[in-house]
C-alpha cells in the first residue's frame, strides 16, 4: 500500500512539473502511476491529500534550502551569497514546476476553498523564513531598512531569478553579484 501511494505521488509531482497542477487530472495520474483511478480516491479522497502527498514526495526528492543553515554564517553579504548561490541553483534544478506552481496557483488556491494543505502552506512560508535569515546582521537604519527588505524579497523570488535567467540571460554568478550590488545599494 505504501508503494502505491509514493507512485501516485511521484505521478502527481511529474505531473505537475510537466503541465502544471491545474492541467493534472485524477485520470493522468492514474495512467502515469499504473493504477485505476479508483486506487487514487481510494488513497487520497480530497485534492489537498494528493496535494499533501506531492508536496512531502518532492521534499523528499529535493529539499528547499534551509534558512537555519545561511544563520551560521555571520556575515550578512557572505551569507546572502552563499544563500542566493543555493537558492537558484534550487530554482535551476526545479524550474518548470515552480514556473508551472506560480502560474497555477491562484486556480488551485480557489479549488481548495479554503486554507492551502499543511505541506503546500510550509512551502509558501518559506520566502518569508528566508528573508527574515537573510536580514539579520545588516546594519539597522530606519531609511534604508525599508529598502534593504524590499531588495532581499525581490532577490529571493523564483520570477526575479528566472526573469534574469532566461529575460536577460545571466547566469547565476552573474544574478547573485547583481542583486548582492542591489542590496548593498540599499544598506547605509
Same mark, same amino acid.
Given at each position: 500500500?505504501?508503494?502505491?501511494?509514493?507512485?501516485? @505521488?511521484?505521478? +502527481? #509531482?511529474?505531473?505537475?512539473?510537466?503541465?502544471? *497542477?491545474?492541467? /493534472?487530472?485524477?485520470?493522468? =495520474? $492514474?495512467?502515469?502511476?499504473?493504477?485505476?483511478?479508483?486506487?487514487?480516491?481510494?488513497?487520497?479522497?480530497?485534492?489537498?491529500?494528493?496535494?499533501? @502527498?506531492?508536496? +512531502? #514526495?518532492?521534499?523528499?526528492?529535493?529539499?528547499? *534550502?534551509?534558512? /537555519?543553515?545561511?544563520?551560521? =554564517? $555571520?556575515?550578512?553579504?557572505?551569507?546572502?551569497?552563499?544563500?542566493?548561490?543555493?537558492?537558484?541553483?534550487?530554482?535551476?534544478?526545479?524550474?518548470?514546476?515552480?514556473?508551472?506552481?506560480?502560474?497555477?496557483?491562484?486556480?488551485?488556491?480557489?479549488?481548495?476553498?479554503?486554507?492551502?494543505? $499543511?505541506?503546500?502552506?510550509?512551502?509558501?512560508?518559506?520566502?518569508?523564513?528566508?528573508?527574515?535569515?537573510?536580514?539579520?546582521?545588516?546594519?539597522?537604519?530606519?531609511?534604508?531598512?525599508?529598502?534593504?527588505?524590499?531588495?532581499?524579497?525581490?532577490?529571493?523570488?523564483?520570477?526575479?531569478?528566472?526573469?534574469?535567467?532566461?529575460?536577460?540571460?545571466?547566469?547565476?554568478?552573474?544574478?547573485?553579484?547583481?542583486?548582492?550590488?542591489?542590496?548593498?545599494?540599499?544598506?547605509?
Amino acid at each position: 500500500m505504501s508503494e502505491t501511494r509514493k507512485r501516485i @505521488a511521484r505521478a +502527481t #509531482y511529474e505531473l505537475h512539473a510537466s503541465v502544471g *497542477p491545474a492541467h /493534472t487530472t485524477v485520470s493522468a =495520474i $492514474a495512467e502515469r502511476a499504473g493504477v485505476q483511478r479508483l486506487t487514487v480516491y481510494k488513497h487520497f479522497p480530497r485534492d489537498r491529500d494528493i496535494f499533501q @502527498a506531492c508536496t +512531502t #514526495y518532492f521534499w523528499e526528492l529535493d529539499p528547499p *534550502p534551509d534558512p /537555519t543553515a545561511w544563520r551560521q =554564517i $555571520a556575515d550578512p553579504e557572505q551569507r546572502l551569497r552563499h544563500a542566493l548561490a543555493e537558492l537558484y541553483a534550487y530554482y535551476r534544478r526545479n524550474e518548470m514546476l515552480f514556473a508551472n506552481v506560480e502560474r497555477d496557483n491562484p486556480l488551485v488556491l480557489e479549488q481548495f476553498g479554503g486554507p492551502p494543505p $499543511a505541506g503546500m502552506q510550509a512551502f509558501l512560508d518559506l520566502p518569508a523564513r528566508w528573508r527574515a535569515a537573510l536580514a539579520d546582521g545588516w546594519p539597522d537604519d530606519t531609511v534604508q531598512s525599508p529598502l534593504r527588505g524590499a531588495a532581499l524579497g525581490l532577490a529571493i523570488e523564483f520570477t526575479t531569478w528566472r526573469t534574469l535567467a532566461r529575460g536577460q540571460a545571466l547566469d547565476d554568478a552573474q544574478i547573485v553579484t547583481l542583486l548582492v550590488a542591489l542590496i548593498r545599494c540599499a544598506t547605509p
